[in-house]
């Protein structure tokens, strides 16, 4: 079974300064999907960023960056320059590879606060 | 371009009473479908999938149930809502060929 997990509950960050955001997993899978999304107070799932399980190189969405590191099963998401629009619950996600269900299973969330 | 829509948007229901919980995807074909359960202060669980018309998959048995009758248009439903079926309700969609998934608005269920 795929399990993620999100150890920080809330954030802080300062407008304009880079955060991280830790995301570990645990699957037997060989192949796998990475996933964070962002929900806002309104509710809406947003979808960030994406890294496959065999991308070589770290995945990069604008001002969000993936950091896979395989061999820990760790992928947290940076967020540089936060903005105050940034505040919002993120997941992490992921889901199995190779098939064509693509559930994803979904961490507990980290709350982002970016002060002014 | 595709889009998602649910409703309605919010609903208060009491305890024992029926459900239903409409999602339909614009500007796509077979789509794989998904509805996700948020209890507040949670992350997402997934309740149901469906690869195709009439094919549901149920990843948690409970006192729900879903159903596809269209290509683009899923349902979740119950005969009989408990306090624990409260919270937010999200619709899912992917290509069938791409691993991107795209969430509707969502429904925020309360059960009294």
């Known amino acids: 079974a795929q399990k993620i997990t999100q150890t920080q509950p809330g954030m802080f960050v300062q407008e304009k300064e880079a955060v991280t955001l830790d995301c570990t997993y645990d699957?037997?899978?060989?192949?796998?999907?990475l996933f964070w999304y962002k929900q806002p107070s309104s509710g809406e799932m947003i979808f960030l960023i994406y890294q496959g399980s065999y991308d070589q190189q770290n995945a990069t969405e604008g001002r969000y960056s993936l950091n896979f590191q395989k061999a820990r099963k760790s992928a947290n998401l940076v967020i540089s320059a936060s903005q105050l629009g940034d505040s919002a619950m993120y997941f992490c996600a992921m889901n199995r590879g190779g098939g064509s269900n693509y559930k994803l299973t979904f961490g507990k969330g980290t709350l982002l606060t970016v002060n002014p | 371009s595709q889009t998602i829509h649910q409703w309605p948007a919010t609903l208060v229901q009491p305890v024992g009473s029926p459900l239903s919980l409409e999602c339909t995807v614009e500007g796509t074909s077979n789509p794989n479908l998904y509805w996700y359960r948020q209890a507040a202060g949670r992350g997402l669980q997934l309740l149901f999938y469906?690869?195709?018309?009439?094919?549901i998959s149920s990843e948690v048995p409970q006192n729900l149930s879903a159903s596809r009758p269209q290509d683009r248009q899923f349902i979740l439903s119950s005969k009989k809502l408990l306090l624990s079926d409260s919270g937010f309700y999200l619709c899912?969609?992917?290509?069938?060929?791409?691993?991107?998934?795209?969430f509707g608005p969502g429904t925020r269920l309360t059960v009294t």
């Open positions: 699957t037997s899978d060989p192949s796998y999907g």
């Open positions: 469906s690869v195709g018309i009439g094919q």
């Open positions: 899912a969609w992917t290509p069938g060929y791409s691993y991107e998934q795209y």
